[in-house]
């Protein structure tokens, strides 16, 4: 029997829209769209920010809140995760969407340099954050962009500020940040799997070598992700079309490792989430 890898779909990052790929949905009727393409395509969880390019009056909450609400209705036992990230607001407005109680929420916990500005975690805000994930039994997914904030992680688990098991996400390959880099990748593996034993882990490489990290990820055990947020291209030469079509490209990749696409409710056996979506 092969073992599931959870695949993850980013379906649209903060930044504007790439000038060169138009597939990158916007718009929450897109939003859902898009992730149900991807979906039937073998994704089991979906991770989204919202955007507001068109400047329409309605808030960040509420267009979360639109797109939670199609996703469950098309895309049955999906776990959808929120961005409590990058241009989701500055602060505490971060997390205004976590009363919606969607099953997981993203969690960096700590700063680092982002391409054109410096990616503000404050202890204060990690914890603040962390401590509404909790109040709204939303999971976090700890955002590991270096290995500090894996070792962070584990102290927030070990003072009762995050449940476990831990879910991390190594995050390598964005400019000014850890690159996508193999003796590091290992060390993240190996250090995530000596302080907690039980954690869960997805490889997201960002850029170029997103394939790569993929790779290394399904080769390790391990989940991965892909998406128009972290890559908008299928090879060197190739824009993707859809998220639908990067989820192939991945769906294809598990079976060269053995392995195999989770289902949603694999997937959510393995991060030790409810069986069914909770409600609001
Ligand atoms: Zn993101």
């Not at 969880?45 to 955007?51: A, D, F, I, K, P």
Request: net charge neutral.
């Amino acid at each position: 029997m092969s073992a599931p890898s959870i695949i993850t779909v980013a379906i649209t990052g903060s930044l504007p829209r790439k000038k060169d790929n138009a597939a990158v949905p916007i718009t929450p009727a897109e939003q859902v769209e898009s992730t149900h393409e991807a979906f039937e395509a073998g994704a089991a969880l979906v991770h989204v920010h919202v955007r507001n390019d068109d400047e329409s009056p309605t808030s960040a909450p509420e267009r979360f809140a639109q797109v939670l609400e199609g996703i469950r209705r098309h895309c049955p036992g999906m776990i959808v995760q929120v961005s409590t990230g990058g241009r989701s607001g500055t602060g505490r407005e971060r997390g205004e969407m976590l009363s919606l109680r969607p099953d997981m929420a993203s969690l960096a916990t700590g700063s680092v340099n982002f391409p054109n500005r410096v990616y503000e975690n404050s202890p204060e805000l990690i914890e603040w954050l962390a401590g509404e994930m909790r109040r709204y039994g939303v999971k976090p997914e700890v955002e590991a962009f270096d290995l500090s904030m894996i070792f962070k992680a584990v102290a927030l688990h070990q003072a009762g500020l995050i449940e476990g098991p831990l879910h991390v996400q190594f995050v390598m390959g964005v400019k000014n940040a850890m690159p996508i880099d193999r003796e590091v990748f290992d060390t993240y593996v190996k250090t995530l799997h000596r302080l907690a034993p039980d954690a869960t882990w997805t490889g997201a490489g960002i850029g170029a070598g997103q394939l790569t990290l993929a790779r290394w990820s399904l080769e390790a055990g391990g989940h991965c992700r892909t998406g128009l947020e972290d890559n908008v291209r299928l090879d060197r030469d190739t824009l993707a079309p859809s998220n639908a079509a990067l989820v192939k490209q991945l769906v294809a990749l598990c079976g060269e490792y053995g392995r195999r696409p989770a289902t949603p409710a694999e997937a959510r056996a393995l991060l030790k989430l409810p069986a069914t979506a909770a409600r609001s």
